[in-house]
């Protein structure tokens, strides 16, 4: 079964401060790999996606993600953050089970 | 375009009493899965459903069932309640089940 780490519980930046979150996945074939955010009192929305091709993409709210095969990795960027970008953060992977399997979850808080 | 509609919002229930979960998908789209969600465990996968058919399932107790009616509409029970089935329970929907998934709302439920 596939399993999905997040490396940090919770992360505190400030304004402007760039974030990076780490998110390793344990089954090497084919994946779809996604980042999700739940704002406060919100629903899980989609940030962005990778199915197949480059392997930097590009999401909304100017977050990306990278992409590393051999390293099973998919983290999370965002150059510079806002304070809207307060939320919790989950790493999810499809691996043709019909299933989406959730990393714990990163809360991160920016700091005014 | 309407987004995935999980009703009820609420619910209180009373430990062995059994409850009814619904949720209908985006227009259009034909997988409908659900998670359960908790502060210790995060997100989990419960079911999917694809055309009436469960594709997958969990690790939860049979006391744990779902169905998918013929417009894509699916319902989840949990019978015998218990204090631990205290949780947030979110439906999503995607087109085909490996696509990206889009999350409703959810379900609050709190057994006392």
């Known amino acids: 079964a596939q399993s999905v780490s997040q490396h940090n519980h919770h992360v505190i930046l400030s304004e402007a401060a760039s974030l990076e979150l780490g998110c390793n996945y344990s089954?090497?074939?084919?994946?779809?790999l996604f980042w999700y955010v739940q704002y406060p009192g919100q629903h899980l929305q989609l940030l962005l996606k990778y199915f197949s091709g480059d392997p930097l993409v590009k999401g909304i709210k100017g977050f990306e993600a990278e992409f590393i095969k051999s390293k099973f990795s998919f983290n999370l960027r965002k150059p510079s953050v806002q304070w809207s970008d307060t939320a919790e953060y989950f790493c999810a992977v499809n691996d043709d089970d019909y299933k989406l399997s959730f990393g714990a979850g990163t809360t991160v808080t920016v700091r005014a | 375009k309407a987004g995935v509609t999980q009703t009820p919002r609420y619910l209180i229930k009373t430990r062995g009493q059994q409850v009814t979960l619904s949720c209908s998908p985006i227009?259009?789209?034909?997988?409908v899965s659900w998670y359960q969600q908790t502060p210790g465990q995060g997100l989990q996968f419960l079911f999917e459903y694809f055309s009436e058919t469960q594709r997958n399932k969990g690790n939860f107790p049979g006391r744990f069932s779902g169905r998918q009616f013929s417009n894509s509409r699916s319902e989840m029970n949990v019978s015998t309640l218990e204090l631990g089935d205290s949780a947030l329970y979110l439906c999503?929907?995607?087109?085909?089940?490996?696509?990206?998934?889009?999350f409703g709302q959810g379900t609050r439920l709190t057994v006392v």
């Open positions: 227009s259009g789209h034909r997988s």
């Open positions: 999503a929907s995607s087109s085909s089940g490996a696509t990206e998934a889009f």
């Open positions: 089954y090497g074939g084919t994946v779809n």
